[in-house]
């Protein structure tokens, strides 16, 4: 009786791993699949840790900010994260960026390359509360951060959830710099209170709000205050 040869099984070829960041973490899955949105110029070697990815501002709004500064302004970008603001006003503009993470000061730096904008960005590490006395600029830009992808889930966003301290000490540390000021805050927030910033000023400094959409979703509201509101289109 003739034994029968057992089927020898073809090797199994190893699976592709796949490494883009949707695969590597979901929390940042769907800000992944808006990679272009973020940055146009992604594909040439943009670099985002984790918190970048959601906290970056959409490059259409970016320039949308930095369209409403006059040529070569001195701007401050406060908390500039990965460099998706600094990146856009230095295509006009002098931009001294502030980072208290020096990992995250590395990947801005390496987007500026990028962009070929890092001649006209100064970048800090440094804690930005620490800094502001000692500094002086045409335009204050504030994008702090919002608390990570949960914002979205309150009804009313509040000056009091922003980070890393309530949002009205952050205004008035801006306010040590100039007058000027762009905020870049959640499509939810609470447009009383950013109004009372402006009121509780001394004197009470002119203000102006929009809805910015990318793609016609309202992604977040920003204020504009002092010269900044002036040169907003009456129609926006």
Same mark, same amino acid.
């Not at 020898?8 to 973490?25: D, E, N």
């Not at 594909?43 to 970056?56: I, K, M, N, P, Y």
């Not at 401050?76 to 980072?99: L, M, P, T, Y």
């Not at 040590?176 to 939810?188: A, D, V, Y």
């Given at each position: 009786?003739?034994?029968?040869?057992?089927?020898?099984?073809?090797?199994?070829?190893?699976?592709?791993? *796949?490494?883009?960041? $949707?695969?590597? %973490?979901?929390?940042?899955?769907?800000?992944?699949?808006?990679?272009?949105? #973020?940055?146009?110029?992604? &594909? $040439?070697? =943009?670099? #985002?840790?984790?918190?970048?990815?959601?906290?970056?501002?959409?490059?259409?709004?970016? $320039?949308?900010?930095?369209?409403?500064?006059?040529?070569?302004?001195?701007?401050? &970008?406060? !908390? %500039?994260? =990965?460099?998706?603001?600094?990146?856009? !006003?230095?295509?006009?503009?002098?931009?001294?960026?502030?980072?208290?993470?020096?990992?995250?000061?590395?990947?801005?730096?390496?987007?500026?390359?990028?962009?070929?904008?890092? /001649?006209?960005? /100064? !970048?800090?590490?440094?804690?930005?509360?620490?800094?502001?006395?000692?500094?002086?600029?045409?335009?204050?830009?504030?994008?702090?951060?919002?608390?990570?992808?949960?914002?979205?889930?309150?009804?009313?966003?509040?000056? /009091?959830? *922003?980070?890393?301290?309530?949002?009205?000490?952050?205004?008035?540390?801006?306010?040590?710099?100039?007058?000027?000021?762009?905020?870049? *805050?959640?499509?939810?927030?609470? #447009?009383?209170?950013?109004?009372? *910033? %402006?009121?509780?000023? %001394?004197?009470?400094?002119?203000?102006?709000?929009?809805?910015?959409? =990318?793609?016609?979703?309202?992604?977040?509201?920003?204020?504009?205050?002092?010269?900044?509101?002036?040169?907003?289109?009456?129609?926006?």
């Amino acid at each position: 009786m003739k034994r029968r040869r057992k089927k020898r099984s073809k090797p199994q070829k190893p699976r592709k791993t *796949l490494t883009s960041p $949707a695969i590597v %973490s979901p929390r940042i899955a769907k800000y992944y699949l808006q990679r272009h949105t #973020l940055f146009s110029k992604y &594909d $040439a070697g =943009v670099q #985002l840790d984790e918190e970048g990815w959601f906290s970056v501002t959409p490059e259409p709004i970016a $320039a949308r900010h930095a369209s409403l500064a006059a040529d070569n302004s001195l701007v401050i &970008d406060c !908390f %500039s994260g =990965v460099g998706g603001n600094a990146i856009q !006003f230095a295509s006009r503009c002098h931009v001294i960026a502030i980072e208290i993470d020096a990992k995250r000061v590395e990947l801005a730096v390496n987007n500026a390359n990028i962009y070929g904008v890092e /001649d006209y960005i /100064d !970048f800090v590490i440094g804690d930005f509360f620490q800094l502001a006395p000692r500094l002086k600029g045409d335009i204050a830009f504030l994008a702090p951060p919002w608390g990570g992808p949960s914002y979205s889930k309150v009804l009313n966003f509040t000056l /009091d959830m *922003l980070k890393p301290k309530h949002g009205y000490s952050i205004f008035q540390a801006a306010q040590s710099i100039t007058p000027n000021i762009i905020m870049f *805050l959640p499509r939810n927030m609470d #447009l009383n209170e950013v109004e009372e *910033l %402006s009121w509780l000023s %001394s004197p009470p400094l002119n203000l102006k709000m929009e809805e910015n959409q =990318v793609k016609t979703r309202t992604k977040g509201i920003t204020a504009y205050f002092g010269d900044t509101a002036s040169a907003l289109p009456e129609d926006s």
